[in-house]
């Protein structure tokens, strides 16, 4: 067991005083495919070693108390009284209760501690290690039975319903099915899943958080998912075959872009573009050819920036630092947008002059160290033996 997971098991004893069961549940990495999931299209994620780590222990009763230990924060609730909190962070967790009950599950009360190495608000999707984290810890000590599909959809739901962010299931699809050494290009309609090897010993995963924190369900995000279905909504008087902007090909949205709306239109080319980029950078791995991979990053950051305007000055400052370093194949804003941080793929010998360059660069323009991490990607949500 490792230091952090020492440290919330220790948490919990020390607040419930008796035995937990102890889950690791990761965050994620997207090495390609922004804001596509919602748009029924690819997306290519892969579980980290950065994780929450959920020290977790069933109840005789209805009542749930949880302890965040970053936050160093206690909160109690029932499970007939699952509520929004002024807190936030509880949201997350009583969002899986309550979906969990909602869908009929025998569930009781529960104690909970949880912490994690997962930058909050960064772009690696904390909220779906939680998410996902607990919809896991639930279905091991119910047996429930549940299949890691189901128990995507049900931390999905907690996040769209309970937590009001209209999120696609990406976050939490990586967070349960992720391997080591290997990425997933899911379809994000189907959701059929195929994995893609990353087994480079040279090559490093590295993500530069930018520190500017952003709230995830803001009007911002929610705007960009009503964009792209009025686009939809659009080219369907004219194809009606179409379901979502998946079915759309670059010609067709030309075709019509006089009757769009100028920012819908760049919306709906950014996702239609971005599918396309998913599907090259699959065959860039089975090719080995990590130059090409490295460009469609740069290309998505672009798209991300210029048609899609979720990106930031410090996000845009980020990649174009990165790119000014040797050995760096590609580099691109990862996560909502709006701050967060930025993923880059390099050589292991350009990591030291990476952080030298990036952290300088960063610093000048902004006053500010950005935080950067060297990532594995590595198994999907477990339990610590």
């Known amino acids: 067991m490792n230091e952090l997971a020492q440290k919330v098991r220790g948490s919990f004893l020390e607040k419930f005083n008796r035995e937990p069961v102890m889950i690791s549940s990761p965050g994620r990495i997207n090495l390609i495919g922004e804001h596509t999931d919602y748009n029924e ?31 160093n924060q206690d909160f109690s609730t029932s ?7 002024d807190l936030h962070w509880p949201d997350y967790v009583q969002g899986v209760l309550a979906v969990f009950l909602q869908a009929g599950y025998q569930i009781r009360g529960l104690d909970l501690a949880f912490g994690g190495n997962v930058p909050i608000g960064g772009g690696m999707s904390s909220s779906a290690a939680i998410e996902g984290g607990l919809a896991f810890a639930l279905n091991h000590l119910y047996d429930l039975k549940l299949d890691g599909l189901t128990l995507a959809k049900l931390a999905q739901q907690a996040e769209n319903d309970f937590v009001g962010v209209k999120c696609g299931i990406m976050d939490m699809f990586a ?125 998505s950051h672009l798209g991300l920036r210029n048609e899609y305007e979720v990106s930031s000055r410090e996000l845009d400052l980020l990649v174009e630092s990165a790119a000014r370093v040797e050995g760096v194949y590609g580099s691109r804003m990862m996560g909502a947008g709006f701050g ?46």
């Open 79 to 85: 499970l007939g009284h699952l509520q929004k909190s």
């Open 41 to 71: 299209g690819f997306v290519l994620p892969g579980a980290t070693d950065r994780a929450i780590i959920l020290a977790v222990a069933p109840r005789k009763d209805d009542i749930c108390r949880f302890y965040a230990c970053d936050f």
């Open 175 to 299: 967070n349960l099915f992720g391997q080591a050494k290997r990425v997933i290009k899911l379809d994000c309609r189907s959701l059929e899943f195929e994995y893609y090897p990353f087994e480079w010993e040279e090559i490093r995963v590295v993500i530069s958080d930018s520190l500017v924190r952003r709230a995830l369900a803001t009007s911002e995000y929610n705007l960009r998912r009503q964009q792209c279905e009025a686009g939809v909504n659009l080219l369907k008087k004219y194809y009606p075959e179409i379901k979502s902007l998946r079915d759309v090909t670059v010609t067709r949205l030309v075709a019509h872009q006089t009757e769009l709306d100028p920012v819908v239109f760049k919306r709906c080319l950014y996702v239609i573009k971005e599918n396309q980029r998913v599907e090259q950078a699959c065959q860039d791995l089975l090719q080995r050819d990590l130059i090409s991979f490295g460009q469609r990053m740069y290309e």
């Open 340 to 385: 967060g941080c930025t993923i880059s793929l390099m050589r292991s010998e350009a990591v030291k002059s990476f952080n030298e360059r990036v952290s300088a660069d960063y610093r000048e323009a902004t006053g500010q160290e950005p935080a950067i991490h060297v990532v594995r990607i590595e198994a999907g949500t477990h339990v610590i033996k």
